[in-house]
């Protein structure tokens, strides 16, 4: 028997049209085979890709800083990655939004140190995606930038696909969204800029994008019921909590609730140790607590901590947990628990990014669908 979230993918076309599904399922459910076509593409463009990583200084010797940028989902995509990427490349990392950029574009960044700024973007064509690339190339000349971008026809593709000393990743087709939910697009962008940082063991990285889509195709067949049973409970509220690359993914996550809802269901992200610090009272009986729980044994003590605490005080209608598997401990904190990797070797929390932003976009279309 499928799963709920299965299920909705062979609804006709006139029932998608009536309950506003045409789009945004399919495109989550799709994502573990694109995650494994764009791989396919990647390692074709391995040789190119290593060539401009050298030459920018995010390779060999000479070193640059990373910068990341994006607006909304493709900035929360800078968010996720950086952490990970700041050690596999041995180079310092900093997301900054171009809603910020282009607002303040002399006061991000020291005009004479040299950068590489890589760009999200699903359309490439938004005024500050534009705008950003533009204010780059005009007053910071020691840079060089980066697309990576769902859209082989946007400006951005067009522009660091033609000018001298940038380079353009153009994502499969598939990944541009219909939706104006961003789905495969937020998780294609951010596994094409993890691969960045296996570009000299990129066969592991290939193994590793395996067991991640493994996990990606078990989430909806294996916990696509429990998603849809929980996203029809009455809460109101919900907060989302991660730590390194996975605080990056629950704004995302936070962020399809609210847009799913149309903002009926108000949200809120932080990290397990930052909910302590005032914002805890967000938590009332009338929120849901999505937790991303952390792999790392020592990072996973303060979190586990702070679940605690939340169960102690009654806090929240229920509390749903993500982990790579889980142990005695997690499961006295909650009933509603994912695991992605229950047997076998898991991939690396980094990759984490993918797997666990699928729950939140599950989540949000089954609470979508329960407040029509």
Request: hydrophobic share 40%; proline share 3%.
């Given at each position: 028997m499928k799963s709920a979230f299965l299920n909705l993918l062979n609804v006709g076309w006139n029932?998608?049209?009536?309950?506003?599904?045409?789009?945004?399922?399919?495109?989550?459910?799709?994502?573990?085979?694109?995650?494994?076509?764009?791989?396919?593409?990647?390692?074709?463009?391995?040789?190119?890709?290593?060539?401009?990583?050298?030459?920018?200084?995010?390779?060999?010797?000479?070193?640059?800083?990373?910068?990341?940028?994006?607006?909304?989902?493709?900035?929360?995509?800078?968010?996720?990655?950086?952490?990970?990427?700041?050690?596999?490349?041995?180079?310092?990392?900093?997301?900054?939004?171009?809603?910020?950029?282009?607002?303040?574009?002399?006061?991000?960044?020291?005009?004479?140190?040299?950068?590489?700024?890589?760009?999200?973007?699903?359309?490439?064509?938004?005024?500050?995606?534009?705008?950003?690339?533009?204010?780059?190339?005009?007053?910071?000349?020691?840079?060089?930038?980066?697309?990576?971008?769902?859209?082989?026809?946007?400006?951005?593709?067009?522009?660091?696909?033609?000018?001298?000393?940038?380079?353009?990743?153009?994502?499969?087709?598939?990944?541009?969204?219909?939706?104006?939910v961003m789905t495969s697009s937020f998780s294609t962008m951010a596994m094409t800029a993890m691969s960045l940082g296996y570009v000299n063991s990129f066969a592991k990285f290939e193994k590793e994008m395996k067991i991640t889509a493994a996990a990606g195709e078990r989430i909806m067949a294996v916990y696509g019921d429990l998603i849809a049973k929980l996203g029809k409970l009455p809460f109101d509220r919900a907060c989302f909590l991660g730590s390194g690359n996975l605080y990056g993914t629950m704004q995302e996550c936070h962020l399809k609730m609210q847009e799913m809802t149309e903002g009926r269901v108000a949200c809120r992200f932080d990290s397990f140790l930052g909910l302590r610090h005032g914002p805890q009272v967000f938590v009332n009986k009338k929120c849901l607590t999505v937790a991303a729980v952390s792999s790392d044994k020592y990072v996973r003590r303060y979190e586990l901590d702070l679940l605690r605490q939340l169960k102690k005080n009654k806090q929240g209608m229920a509390t749903l947990i993500i982990c790579g598997k889980a142990d005695k401990e997690i499961k006295k904190l909650s009933p509603h628990v994912i695991e992605l990797f229950p047997k076998g070797k898991p991939a690396h929390d980094d990759l984490r990014i993918l797997t666990d932003v699928m729950v939140g976009q599950i989540l949000g279309t089954f609470k979508s669908m329960a407040i029509g």
């Amino acid at each position: 028997m499928k799963s709920a979230f299965l299920n909705l993918l062979n609804v006709g076309w006139n029932e998608k049209e009536k309950r506003g599904l045409e789009f945004t399922p399919p495109e989550i459910a799709q994502q573990p085979s694109v995650w494994l076509k764009t791989v396919a593409q990647l390692k074709g463009q391995q040789k190119e890709i290593k060539v401009f990583l050298k030459k920018s200084g995010l390779a060999g010797s000479d070193k640059a800083t990373l910068i990341f940028v994006g607006a909304g989902t493709s900035e929360f995509v800078g968010n996720s990655v950086y952490h990970g990427l700041k050690n596999r490349l041995n180079r310092e990392t900093i997301s900054i939004p171009t809603t910020h950029f282009v607002t303040n574009p002399l006061t991000m960044l020291v005009r004479d140190n040299k950068y590489v700024v890589c760009s999200f973007a699903r359309s490439g064509d938004s005024p500050e995606s534009v705008a950003t690339y533009n204010i780059i190339k005009r007053f910071y000349k020691n840079a060089k930038q980066l697309v990576i971008t769902c859209n082989k026809n946007g400006a951005l593709a067009k522009r660091a696909g033609t000018e001298k000393g940038q380079f353009c990743i153009v994502l499969p087709d598939e990944t541009n969204d219909k939706s104006l939910v961003m789905t495969s697009s937020f998780s294609t962008m951010a596994m094409t800029a993890m691969s960045l940082g296996y570009v000299n063991s990129f066969a592991k990285f290939e193994k590793e994008m395996k067991i991640t889509a493994a996990a990606g195709e078990r989430i909806m067949a294996v916990y696509g019921d429990l998603i849809a049973k929980l996203g029809k409970l009455p809460f109101d509220r919900a907060c989302f909590l991660g730590s390194g690359n996975l605080y990056g993914t629950m704004q995302e996550c936070h962020l399809k609730m609210q847009e799913m809802t149309e903002g009926r269901v108000a949200c809120r992200f932080d990290s397990f140790l930052g909910l302590r610090h005032g914002p805890q009272v967000f938590v009332n009986k009338k929120c849901l607590t999505v937790a991303a729980v952390s792999s790392d044994k020592y990072v996973r003590r303060y979190e586990l901590d702070l679940l605690r605490q939340l169960k102690k005080n009654k806090q929240g209608m229920a509390t749903l947990i993500i982990c790579g598997k889980a142990d005695k401990e997690i499961k006295k904190l909650s009933p509603h628990v994912i695991e992605l990797f229950p047997k076998g070797k898991p991939a690396h929390d980094d990759l984490r990014i993918l797997t666990d932003v699928m729950v939140g976009q599950i989540l949000g279309t089954f609470k979508s669908m329960a407040i029509g």
